[in-house]
């Protein structure tokens, strides 16, 4: 049997994605989370995992050189890879916002400057509003461009809120909710359907059992 792939990202979505694995009896002995290594294999279960840059995950799940991929929804959005986006993990939670000054009013007749690392995101959401912006692509700190004139507003990914409030910026619309998707390959979805449908329902009992834990353990609380 062929090995099955699996891109991630290092960070949080792996380490999650690692224990789901271990829960489903693919372990990986080797895996630290400081690791430096970028592929790890389990033979007796024929997985092997590749660790790539977040944002490539989409990329290489597309092109074939992955079958499986875990990425945020976020990034899923920004590359609108042509793959089959299969389930919600559940973790990785956050939300897509737009976030301003507090006191920002825009002028009349002058279109929105816009901030963002997720330029497709953000033409799309105002597109759909039928707001004529103007972006502004950044690669990192988005939350300087609007307090230094760069941009009116921004349009990022927010977890708690605290890098916007330490900066005097305030949510002021909720694009989407994101979290951790599972993606897979259109082809290796039917070459190697047996396997990767394997992963598929071992993460969604895995999934189920500890929702069901958590909700108990919230009633006994």
């Known amino acids: 049997m062929d090995y099955v792939n699996i891109a991630l990202g290092k ?3 792996a380490d999650k994605t690692f224990e789901l694995l271990k829960e489903i009896d693919v372990k990986f002995e080797d895996y630290y989370p400081k690791s430096r290594k ?4 389990n033979n007796k279960k024929k997985v092997r995992i590749i660790f790539v840059k977040s ?9 074939g050189a992955a079958d499986i991929g875990i990425v945020g929804k976020d990034t899923l959005l920004e590359s609108e890879a042509n793959v089959y986006e299969i389930m919600d993990l559940g973790f ?5 916002a737009v976030a301003a000054p507090k006191d920002f009013q825009l002028e009349l007749h002058r279109k929105l400057k816009v901030a963002t690392k997720y330029p497709k995101v953000s033409r799309n959401y105002f597109n759909n509003k039928g707001e004529p912006i103007e972006i502004i692509k950044l690669n990192g700190s988005v939350e300087l461009a609007p307090i230094i004139g760069l941009s009116d507003v921004i349009v990022d ?3 708690t809120g605290k890098t916007l409030k330490e900066n005097g910026l305030v949510i002021t619309e ?4 994101v979290s951790a998707r599972l993606i897979v390959n259109k082809v290796s979805f039917k070459t ?6 394997e992963i598929i329902r071992g993460f969604q009992c895995c999934i189920r059992k500890n929702e069901k834990k958590k909700i108990l353990s ?3 609380n």
């Open 55 to 63: 944002s490539d995950v989409p990329i290489y799940v597309e092109q």
């Open 92 to 96: 990785g939670k956050c939300k897509f």
């Open 218 to 220: 919230t009633g006994s």
């Open 38 to 41: 970028l592929i790890f294999v």
């Open 11 to 13: 960070g949080r979505l």
């Open 174 to 177: 909720e694009i989407c909710q």
């Open 192 to 197: 190697k359907s047996e396997k990767i449908h």
């Open 157 to 159: 990914i927010v977890e």
